[in-house]
């Protein structure tokens, strides 16, 4: 959550929401969450585990350019 | 009780020395959902987190009467938090945040004072330019 919240400050574009969870298990099942921290960008770009600002930036650019998986 | 213990205050304490401008802590709850003892448990960390700051205020609102609140900060689920400096930046908090979480609700709160964002020049360049809208959601767990 550190490199999303800290992207949200840099841009009025970008939202940041961290999400407990065990506490929204409805949302944990609907974006397939099995291991944590799980990251998804615009509903399409998806990972898990932490990773270095580069890869991060470029997981947000691929979401942004609409060409995600 | 307090969820906070005397060495969690002041090691928060220290580190919310780095605030630098006014911060706003909007907490959404709900009192009569399945939700309500989380809610009051986020409300509560919340404010002992804000006792431990002169630049930290709480507002706390009701997600099923503060409806139009609630969808100006697009909050559709409790409990949650918005982390505010000079305006809104995005930053949403979906459930009590504690372990891993809660040291991110702090360092929220010190880049949401400052607006100055701990990236490498090019990363904010490349954020700046974006043409559309970016949702980043974060899931974690407390351990």
New interface residues.
Partial sequence: ????????????????????????PD??RA?R?MA????????RVEFEGALP??QF?AA??Q??AGNGH | MALLNARDEAEVRKQLGQIRDPVKLVVFSETLSGAADLCAQNEQLVREVAALTDKATVETLNLAIDRERAEGYGIERVPAIVVEGARDYGIRFYGVPSGYEFSNLIDSMIVASTGEPGLSEETKASLQALTIDIDIKVFSTPT
């Fill in positions: 959550m550190r490199l999303a919240q800290h992207m949200a400050v840099a841009s009025d574009r970008v939202r940041a929401t961290a999400i407990e969870a065990t506490e929204f949302l944990s974006y969450v944590v921290p799980k990251i998804v960008i615009n509903d600002e580069p930036l947000v650019l979401a942004a």
